[in-house]
């Protein structure tokens, strides 16, 4: 059985380490949050400008102040830091971040991730996606395997503008877990989903991989 | 030197012409100078470029100046939730220049420290490196390719901020700092609106988080009602 998005999450929040500085994407990622294991702490960064995201609010306290890069209201913890879009970013693109989990349309075999734009169609544009996975240490992608069409995600080659070039690190699908150790080593798969099968993957799967 | 303006149209006063670049602080609707934007709608300056992360949304922030067709265009990162912006991109009455969120911020951050251009990982091997010098040079993991990225300097800078003092040192409160501090500093000229204005010398001198240097001209933009795009609570636990 394929995982579910809650537990498409949890499998990505095990890759959590104690004390990491993490930024949760929109969608799926941001449930990893409800996953950190137990006895280790993480500090959720959120772009527009603050460490040590909180849960959110009770209703009836609300601040307009203080919201996540989703624009929706958080609330703050005794650690949590406010800083300008700049400082934000310095730390993205600086490295300083451990671990970045986001969605993605498509990811090909050499790691580049397409997630912003579908010309034509989509022009929302790219917010701090292309920072992000350009100076995060680590980048997880949390998608379904297939598309709502039924076409393989995880592909030879992008068809849709890039975000970044290979710079993806690990994959978490509905199905299973590809995974390489540095960016020049290709995507291994290391795990199944519940029942599901190598042949049910290389099935929906046209980029090549590991076994 | 007095930096207090009446009203957010006398503190514009001379400022505005059509065609400027502004630069603009806020994300999303959290720290936007909204009572500038309106006078600047009401002025009815044109053909204007505005650098902001985002565009408002449909009649909020710049929403409400793309709706009289007094934007010329954009240089965002993202720009969803609002149709007419949509209508006008998709139909070529508006130019958008797609810049990624990071280097928007160091883009208007460098333009505010004399940095003409810098070179970032950010975009290298997408669409927004094409057309732009690239170079190889040490990065953090050894040699690694990066894009020359321009500085913004701005015409003006419209900012919202919480707290000032009559100086011009001003304090943000919370998320709602985010691009107001790099936008105020890339600007000819910074405006900024606040809740409250207070005495020079009743703001601890080490929490100021924007100097007054920065700052020429100072409006008291209150009363605030502050909109939140996506409203999300939690239930309290049952004791």
Known sequence: ??????????RAAKELQDGFYVNLGIGIPTLVANY????ITVT???????????PFPYAGEEDADLINAGKQTVSELPQTAYFDSAQSFAMIRGGHIDLAVLGAMEISENGDIANWMIPGKMIKGMGGAMDLVAGVKKIIVVMEHTSKAGDPKFIPECTLPLTG???IDMIVTDLCVFQRPDHDSPFKLVELAPGVTAEEIAAKTTASYVI | MNKLYPSAEAALDGLLKDGLLIASGGFGLCGVPERLLDAVRDSGVKDLTFASNNAGIDNEGIGKLLRTKQVKKMISSYVGENKEFERQYLSGELEVEFCPQGTLAERMRAGGAGIPGFYTKTGVGTQIAEGKETKVMEGRSGPEEFV???GIFAD??????WKADESGNVIFRKTARNFNVPAATCGK????????????GSLDPDTIHLPGVYVQRLVLGAPYDKKIE???TREREAV
């Open chain 1, 1 to 10: 059985m394929p995982w579910n998005r809650n537990e498409m999450a949890a």
């Open chain 1, 36 to 39: 950190v294991p137990e006895g």
């Open chain 1, 44 to 54: 959720l960064q959120s772009e527009n400008g603050m460490l040590g995201i909180g």
């Open chain 1, 165 to 167: 070039k290979n710079v």
């Open chain 2, 148 to 150: 020359l990225e321009q």
């Open chain 2, 156 to 161: 003006l800078a419209l900012v919202k901020a």
């Open chain 2, 189 to 200: 000229v910074c405006v900024v609106e606040v809740e409250e204005i207070v005495p020079t």
């Open chain 2, 230 to 232: 996506f409203v999300t």
